[in-house]
Nanobody, 115 residues
Framework: QVQLVESGGGLVQAGGSLRLSCTASGNIFSFDNMGWYRQAPGKQRDLVAR???????NYADSVRGRFTISRDNAKNTVYLQMNSLKPEDTAVYYCNAYSVWENYWGQGTQVTVSS
């Protein structure tokens, strides 16, 4: 069992930046993908960004060019740098660790962007 702990959420004005961190209790290199998802009230949970074991990243169209996902395998931590934040980025952000055999979620961290 792997635990994922997110941090770094908060309240920020539009145009500002936040950096989310997700630290795993186990070795993240064992997972095929590490990702960030978000869920706004009344909406489904959607992929924001994902990074593979080899470091290849992909992004949702709505955040491409503003958000950057990265990983530090030595620290078992994945980051999401969020710049030029918009009110529509407001959501609970969840960290995910995925492999064919296992799929784990963090508890989520709230990001609120005020206009």
């Amino acid at each position: 069992q792997v635990q994922l702990v997110e941090s770094g959420g908060g309240l920020v004005q539009a145009g500002g930046s936040l950096r989310l961190s997700c630290t795993a209790s186990g070795n993240i290199f064992s997972f095929d993908n590490m990702g960030w998802y978000r869920q706004a009230p009344g909406k489904q949970r959607d992929l924001v960004a994902r990074i593979t074991r080899s470091g290849s990243a992909n992004y949702a169209d709505s955040v491409r060019g503003r958000f950057t996902i990265s990983r530090d395998n030595a620290k078992n931590t994945v980051y999401l740098q969020m710049n030029s934040l918009k009110p529509e980025d407001t959501a609970v952000y969840y960290c995910n660790a995925y492999s064919v055999w296992e799929n784990y979620w963090g508890q989520g961290t709230q990001v609120t962007v005020s206009s």
